[in-house]
């Protein structure tokens, strides 16, 4: 006993002495169903990568608060651009623990001790100060902002605080 013919070998044969436009219409209802099921399998596929990237936290919401604000840099961000640290806290803390290689900025000699060494080697300059609280950073980073106005100068989001987490 032979096993039934397969759809390939019915419109085979039903094909072979068709017009090239009938032989298409034959082909066509298989040709959908398989179009069909591929594009809901991407789609679900891509609505499954969207909802975990949304529940798991690895993206953050549309609809959510920037976490940072302009001219602001976060910790993780900052170490890897190398920049000159300015530490606007006050002498004492800063002789307690402060980044490593970080420049104490005074209100006497901070500033062109900052705009020499930027002027030396320019990069980044990252300022910070004791905690997200504490105004002193942005305040800073605005003065170099309008003395150096082609660097790149940030303030470090939650200050020393941030740094030490």
């Given at each position: 006993?032979?096993?039934?013919?397969?759809?390939?070998?019915?419109?085979?044969?039903?094909?072979k002495?068709?017009?090239?436009?009938?032989?298409?219409?034959?082909?066509?209802?298989?040709?959908?169903?398989?179009?069909?099921?591929?594009?809901?399998?991407?789609?679900?596929?891509?609505?499954?990568?969207?909802?975990?990237?949304?529940?798991?936290?690895?993206?953050?919401?549309?609809?959510?608060?920037?976490?940072?604000?302009?001219?602001?840099?976060?910790?993780?961000?900052?170490?890897?651009?190398?920049?000159?640290?300015?530490?606007?806290?006050?002498?004492?803390?800063?002789?307690?623990?402060?980044?490593?290689?970080?420049?104490?900025?005074?209100?006497?000699?901070?500033?062109l001790?900052?705009?020499?060494?930027?002027?030396?080697q320019?990069?980044?300059?990252?300022?910070?100060?004791?905690?997200?609280?504490?105004?002193t950073?942005?305040?800073?980073?605005?003065?170099?902002?309008?003395?150096?106005?082609?660097?790149?100068i940030?303030?470090?989001?939650?200050?020393w605080a941030?740094?030490?987490?």
């Amino acid at each position: 006993m032979q096993d039934p013919p397969t759809l390939m070998e019915v419109n085979y044969a039903k094909a072979k002495d068709l017009p090239m436009a009938e032989y298409f219409a034959l082909w066509k209802p298989l040709l959908m169903d398989t179009l069909w099921k591929q594009f809901s399998l991407v789609l679900l596929l891509a609505l499954m990568g969207a909802g975990y990237s949304l529940l798991s936290g690895t993206a953050g919401l549309p609809w959510a608060e920037p976490e940072i604000g302009p001219g602001e840099i976060l910790a993780i961000d900052a170490k890897v651009i190398d920049p000159i640290w300015v530490d606007v806290r006050n002498s004492e803390a800063f002789e307690e623990a402060h980044v490593h290689g970080a420049v104490h900025f005074d209100e006497a000699t901070g500033l062109l001790k900052i705009i020499e060494l930027w002027l030396i080697q320019p990069r980044p300059i990252v300022v910070y100060c004791s905690d997200a609280g504490c105004g002193t950073s942005q305040k800073v980073a605005k003065t170099l902002r309008e003395n150096l106005s082609d660097a790149e100068i940030y303030s470090l989001k939650g200050g020393w605080a941030a740094w030490q987490n």
